[in-house]
């Protein structure tokens, strides 16, 4: 036990490292403005009375004018000093009504921001541990109608800003979906401000701008669309209550026999030795497996939440000595969480909204011509962030393989991690029957997880990844010395797949890259902090997974050849995808290969769509089978059912 708490302080140590020299440079801006007297020129009389001297600036050095303004409006904003609303006062007075309105409006919430996000970083996590159990209706009001409380939050004036962006900050709320409702929301008082800033000499006073009529239009504006909101709302339930389509109900939670004998060998057999803890943020908080089954009634809700915390890597699994399976006994629960409708859907808006969308008529496809045994599955990260290596890595696979067809689709590994199986089954088992009924009988994939799915649950087909395929051009030459040495991130669905992992680092060697092994690799390789959609629940317990590898990095550039790792590693540690290494060797000689920033991604599986569409020589086309996943038995009773 020891041990795993001392791995969990090394673990976090840097991250408590961070927030005390944050607080420091903090402090340390504070002194600088109220000790210099800054806070005393923003003021009404003191703007008034410097005006004709900062337009002359503005007529003048126009650029200059707007960065010093921005320097100094910004950090007034996102610290909460004296002078926000001077300051958009002299924005209207030096650009005017549409320009001041304009730099103010996206300045503003950027500095909103940064705010709510320097909260979030210094007090959510101690917060929300301190009082979970309260904050679970809360948080889960605040991920199903945020936008709509914040929105009317922003329209109201007399709710000081820094107030809503100190505990917006404590909330789940996302910063993106913070960014455009303050963007909007603020945009009214913003335009007031401005305006009225145009007229600076005739003010006198900050109190004259909001009248008390103003202040009731603004708040009746607010209170607008939540109250659409939960009409909506109540117009659902009741026709949901008219139709009685039988949905599943929350009910009192039984384990199945299944997890309670899986409960107590683990209290039997785990010695805590604290071997799994050492490298896991999730462990290390909660204690051994043995801690974790004894102090913890899975059937009480207080409880449910450690399941969904869990990134389901399997490291805990490779490095025990008595072989238990703790990440098994989570998705155990999780399955039982949702058959007994305990399972909060809301929080996993964002990510089962990709997934549904990956799989209807819009995104996906089944390019498979005539008398084709062999499909290229490269999933839903890659297309969308990658589109033109796809494309390639298409092309590339089709020089061995001429009637290679391609499906693009989803397999649908989120809802099978959050513990969705009934509707999981039935919509893979759709897309297999599909494949199979068209005479498919590989699979060739890009993402680690597919490869996961399909083993698992692809009865009939033989999966491959393209990693085993593929091979290095001789003619494009070794990478520049530029890409010095770097160390290869296994993902953690590859952890047992050998074959992979050397042909893997086959390329790589190929490439001319020096390679540095790391650690934990192979079977002992780290999770992401992607895993098991961890950071939608405990963002703290997956950034510090994306920080331990970047530690054991060594500063070294990774490579990986997982769309996500990528992605969720790059904001730690530059972190490339050996697809693109391999098909954009142009691009890697200058550093510069691109990857497609959300939204755009989506952008990109249609262009990636159409191109193959008028590339494969198909006997018929056929869409994937969206509708039809929607009429197998028990898929609709059990989407209801995580409602």
């Known amino acids: ?15 408590v490292a961070g927030k005390v020299a944050l607080v420091l440079g903090i402090v340390a801006v504070l002194a600088l403005f109220f000790g210099s007297g800054l806070h005393q020129h923003l003021t009404l009389a003191s703007i008034k009375s410097s005006q004709a001297d900062l337009q002359q600036l503005y007529a003048e050095r126009p650029w200059l004018a707007v960065g010093g303004f921005l320097a100094c409006y910004l950090p007034v904003v996102v610290l909460n000093l004296p002078g926000a609303a001077v300051l958009g006062l002299v924005a209207g007075a030096l650009f005017g009504t549409l320009a001041g309105t304009v730099l103010i409006s996206f300045a503003s919430t950027v500095g909103a921001t940064l705010a709510c996000a320097l909260s979030r970083f210094l007090f959510r996590d101690p917060v929300q541990r301190r009082f979970a159990d309260k904050l679970q209706r809360v948080n889960a009001g605040i991920r199903e109608e945020g936008a709509f409380y914040l929105f009317t939050l922003r329209l109201l004036p007399v709710i000081p800003f820094f107030v809503i962006n100190l505990v917006m900050g404590l909330t789940p709320i996302r910063l993106s979906t913070f960014f455009w409702v303050s963007q909007l929301g603020m945009l009214p008082a913003t335009l007031i401000y401005v305006n009225a800033g145009s007229q600076l000499g005739q003010l006198d006073s900050l109190a004259g701008i909001l009248s008390p009529g103003l202040l009731a239009a603004l708040a009746l504006l607010g209170l607008f669309p939540l109250i659409a909101k939960r009409g909506l709302s109540w117009y659902r339930r009741s ?10 109900t929350a009910g009192p939670l039984l384990l199945p026999e299944t997890i309670s004998s899986q409960l107590k060998s683990i209290d039997e057999l785990c010695d805590e030795c604290g071997a799994c803890a050492k490298a896991c943020a999730f462990l290390s908080h909660y204690g051994t497996p043995k801690a974790i089954a004894r102090g913890h ?14 990134s389901l890597c399997g490291l805990c699994t490779a490095v025990c000595p008595k072989k238990l399976d703790p990440d098994r006994l989570f998705l155990l629960l999780r399955r039982a969480y949702v058959t007994a409708g305990h399972f909060d859907r809301s929080v996993y808006r964002t990510i089962l909204g990709y997934e549904k969308r990956g799989r209807t008529k819009l995104f996906s496809w089944q390019g498979i011509p005539a008398g084709c045994d062999t499909v290229f599955f490269p999933g839903c990260n890659l297309p969308g962030s990658r589109m033109a290596t796809t494309l390639r890595l298409y092309e590339e696979l089709r020089r061995t393989i001429p009637n290679l067809g391609v499906v693009l689709d989803c397999c649908s590994k989120p809802s099978h ?21 068209k005479g498919v009988r590989r699979i060739l994939v890009a993402c680690p997880n597919c490869l996961k799915i399909f083993q698992q649950y692809g009865e009939g087909l033989t999966v491959q990844t393209v990693y085993e395929s593929l091979e290095v051009n001789p003619a494009a030459g070794p990478l520049p010395a530029v890409w010095g040495t770097v160390s290869v991130h296994d993902p953690c669905a590859m952890r047992d797949s050998t074959e992979v992992q050397q042909a893997v680092r086959r390329l790589v060697t190929g490439l001319g890259l020096d390679q540095l092994e790391m650690k934990h690799r192979g079977r002992l390789t780290l999770c992401c902090g992607e895993g098991g959609m961890v950071a939608a629940v405990r963002p703290a317990f997956a950034r510090a997974w994306a920080k331990l590898r970047g530690r054991e990095s060594g500063g070294r550039r990774l490579v990986s050849y997982c769309a996500g790792c990528c992605g969720f590693l790059g904001r730690v540690v530059p972190t490339v995808h050996l697809a693109d290494l391999l098909l954009q060797p142009e691009a890697a000689r200058k550093d510069s290969i691109s990857v497609t920033p959300t939204p755009f991604t989506y952008l990109q599986r ?28 028990g898929s609709a009773a059990s989407d209801n059912a995580n409602h």
Do not use: N, W
Request: aromatic residues 6%.
């Open 1 to 15: 036990m020891s041990q795993s708490i001392a791995g969990g302080k090394k673990l976090l140590s840097s991250g």
């Open 297 to 310: 009634d899975f059937s009480r809700p207080a409880s449910q939440a450690i399941a969904y915390e869990c």
């Open 606 to 633: 249609l262009r990636l769509k159409r191109r193959l569409r008028q590339t494969i020589p198909l006997a018929g086309q056929r869409a994937a089978s969206s509708q039809e996943i929607q009429s197998c038995p």
């Open 417 to 437: 991690d959050l513990g969705r199986q009934a509707y999981f089954t039935a919509v893979f088992d759709q897309l297999r029957q599909t494949l199979l009924h």
């Open 239 to 248: 026709q949901a209550a008219m139709g009685q389509r039988g949905e599943s």
